[in-house]
C-alpha cells in the first residue's frame, strides 16, 4: 500500500513489521517536528516514479529529544537517506558520521545519506536558496545587500554561508541572540574584507533584533529573508514590523505553505516584490535527490508536484 501517514520513533523500533506490507518500499523520508506541513513527499515521491525507483519518501515526526535514537536505527534499516528539517539540523550536525563542505561550512545539515551503516550529511539549503532567488526575482544573490533574519538556525546559517560564498555587496545577520550572530559574522568576515559598498555602511554586521535597530539597516538593504519559523502558523506574527518595508525591498520568506505569510502580505501591501520558499524546496529537493542517487533530479516531475 503507498503510505500517507506520519511515523514516528516508535514506529521505527518496530520498523520490520510497520513496513512489511508497504509497497512500494519507505526508503526516504524527512524527520522534523511539526512535520505535517510538509510538502517533501509529494515533490520526491513524484521523483521516484518519474525515475522508475522503486521506493517511496514518507514523513516522519521526531521530537528535539528523539533525532539521537531515530537516526541510530535508520543505520540498521534499508534506508537510502532523509532530509532533517525544524528543529534538527544543528542537532543533527552532531550526529552523523561524515560531513561534507557544504554541512561542515554551515554546522548544520538537511540532507543524510545511508552508506554501509554510515551517516553522510550534506546542506544544500544554501545553493537552493541562490538558485530560488535567481528563479523568484531574476537577479544573483553577488548583487544585493541581503539582510537574514533568524541567522543563528540551521537555514540562515546555510544562507548566510550561501551569501558570503557569492561575495553579495552587503550581509546583514539577525538573531534573536546576538552572540550566536556575532559568532557567526566573525566566521564569514574573511569574504566581506574588500570594499565594495560606497558609503560608510560595514559589509557584514550582526545587530540586534529590535526595530530601531532594524530600520537603521534596512535603508541599505535590498534583500530581506526570513529565516525563522516565524509563519509556520497562521497566527504568527511577522518577523520584522510591516512599517519596516518598503517598495524597492525584496522580501524571501523560507517559511511556505497554502496562505501567504504575516511578512508576505505586509510586503504585498507596500509594493514590494516578494516570495515563499516554495522553490527554495524544490531546488533543495533536487539537491538531495542528486546526492541520494547520484544522478540529476528529475525537476520538472518534482515542480509539477509542488505547484
Known amino acids: 500500500m503507498q ?12 520498523w520490520a513489521e510497520i513496513a512489511r506490507d508497504i509497497d512500494p518500499p519507505i526508503r526516504l523520508g524527512v524527520l522534523g517536528d511539526p512535520v505535517a506541513h510538509s510538502l517533501s513527499p ?3 515521491n513524484a521523483a521516484l516514479r518519474a525515475c522508475e525507483i ?3 519518501y514518507a514523513r516522519f515526526h521526531i521530537r528535539a529529544n528523539e533525532l539521537r535514537s531515530a537516526l541510530r ?3 540498521d534499516l ?3 537517506g532523509v532530509n532533517l528539517t525544524v528543529p534538527h539540523k544543528i542537532a543533527g550536525f552532531a550526529q552523523i558520521d561524515e560531513a561534507d563542505e557544504s554541512a561542515s561550512r554551515a554546522g548544520a545539515v538537511n540532507t543524510i545519506r545511508v552508506r554501509d551503516r554510515k551517516l553522510i550529511g550534506s546542506n544544500t539549503d544554501g545553493e ?3 538558485r530560488a532567488i535567481r528563479s523568484e526575482f531574476s537577479v544573483d544573490v553577488r548583487d544585493l545587500r541581503v539582510m537574514i533574519i533568524g541567522a543563528g538556525g540551521g ?3 546555510a544562507i548566510a554561508w550561501q551569501c558570503a560564498l557569492e561575495n553579495c555587496e552587503r550581509l546583514i545577520l539577525i538573531n534573536r541572540t546576538l552572540e550566536k550572530g556575532n559568532a557567526l559574522a566573525e566566521r564569514l568576515r574573511p569574504f566581506f574584507m574588500e570594499a565594495r559598498v560606497l558609503g560608510p555602511a560595514a559589509r557584514l554586521e550582526a545587530v540586534a533584533w529590535e526595530e530601531s535597530v532594524i530600520r537603521t539597516q534596512l535603508a541599505e538593504t535590498d534583500l530581506i529573508v ?14 520584522i514590523p510591516a512599517r519596516l518595508l518598503a517598495p524597492h525591498h525584496m522580501v524571501f520568506d523560507c517559511v511556505y505553505g497554502p496562505s501567504k505569510t504575516a511578512l508576505l502580505r505586509a510586503a504585498e501591501q507596500v509594493g514590494a516584490r516578494s516570495a515563499n520558499g516554495i522553490l527554495m524546496l524544490l531546488h533543495q529537493g533536487a539537491l538531495s535527490f542528486s546526492a541520494w542517487f547520484d544522478r540529476d533530479a528529475p525537476i520538472d516531475a518534482m515542480r509539477k508536484a509542488l505547484l
Open 78 to 80: 534499508d534506508f537510502v
Open 73 to 75: 536505527f535508520l543505520r
Open 155 to 157: 537555514t540562515g546559517r
Open 128 to 130: 537552493g536558496f541562490l
Open 42 to 44: 509529494e515533490m520526491h
Open 54 to 56: 522503486d521506493g517511496q
Open 226 to 239: 526570513n529565516a525563522t519559523p516565524l509563519g509556520m502558523n497562521s497566527s504568527d506574527p511577522a518577523p
Open 3 to 14: 503510505s500517507t501517514q506520519r511515523y514516528t520513533l516508535t514506529d521505527l523500533e518496530k
